[in-house]
Nanobody
Framework: VQLQASGGGLVQAGGSLTLSCAAS????????MGWFRQAPGKEREFVAA????????YYSDSVKGRFTISRDNAKNTLYLQMNSLKSEDTAVYYC????????????????????WGQGTQVTVSS
């Protein structure tokens, strides 16, 4: 299983970025997916999660209303659209995958995920 995150970069506060996570070596539609981030000197934190079907989604309070998680099971790809970026969004962003028999469950705990991408850096300048 390989998860390849991309799309990070340097953006000004108020700007937008879209992250992608390309999955291979797995049947993508059988996996719930999530995005996490880790800022320097801080613990990894949950950002957003999406069920296998894409029908159930959950966001952390810090990104709700600004970020949108989505998936394209035909393309084996997970996305994170990030709008109205703030300096506190600066972090390395990781995608994660968990196999599940449930079409509708999502998972917010990092320990619940089996596979992780390598991370992509997002830097928001104020």
């Amino acid at each position: 299983v390989q998860l390849q995150a991309s799309g990070g970069g340097l953006v000004q506060a108020g700007g937008s970025l879209t992250l992608s996570c390309a999955a291979s070596g797995l049947t993508f539609g059988n996996y719930a997916m999530g995005w996490f981030r880790q800022a320097p000197g801080k613990e990894r934190e949950f950002v957003a999660a999406i069920s296998r079907s894409g029908g159930n989604i959950y966001y952390s309070d810090s990104v709700k209303g600004r970020f949108t998680i989505s998936r394209d099971n035909a393309k084996n790809t997970l996305y994170l659209q990030m709008n109205s970026l703030k300096s506190e969004d600066t972090a390395v962003y990781y995608c994660a995958a968990r196999p599940t028999g449930s079409l509708n469950n999502y998972y917010t705990g990092g320990s619940m995920y089996n596979y992780w991408g390598q991370g992509t850096q997002v830097t928001v300048s104020s």
